[in-house]
Nanobody
Framework: VQLVESGGGLVHTGGSLRLSCAAS????????LKWYRQAPGKEREWVAS????????NYADSVKGRFTISRDNAKNTVYLQMNSLEPDDTAVYYC????????WGQGTQVTVSS
């Protein structure tokens, strides 16, 4: 199993970024995918989840209404569209799948300047 995130960067408050996570090594369309993030000095926290076929999504209260998780099962890729970014969104963002065990990507850094 391999998860490779991309799309992070530096943006100003109010800006947008779109993260991607390219997956391989498992039955992508049969598994729920999640995004997590970890800010400096804080524990890793769940951000959003999407069901195998994309019909069900859930979000942490802190990002609800600003972030959108989606997936393209033909491309084995899950996305996180992040709008109205705030400095508190600064973190390393990780893609996650539970496939017999936990798998994490290497993370992509998102920095939001005030």
């Amino acid at each position: 199993v391999q998860l490779v995130e991309s799309g992070g960067g530096l943006v100003h408050t109010g800006g947008s970024l779109r993260l991607s996570c390219a997956a391989s090594g498992f039955a992508f369309s049969r598994n729920e995918l999640k995004w997590y993030r970890q800010a400096p000095g804080k524990e890793r926290e769940w951000v959003a989840s999407i069901s195998p076929l994309g019909g069900g999504t859930n979000y942490a209260d802190s990002v609800k209404g600003r972030f959108t998780i989606s997936r393209d099962n033909a491309k084995n890729t899950v996305y996180l569209q992040m709008n109205s970014l705030e400095p508190d969104d600064t973190a390393v963002y990780y893609c996650y799948v539970r496939y017999f065990r936990d798998y994490w990507g290497q993370g992509t850094q998102v920095t939001v300047s005030s």
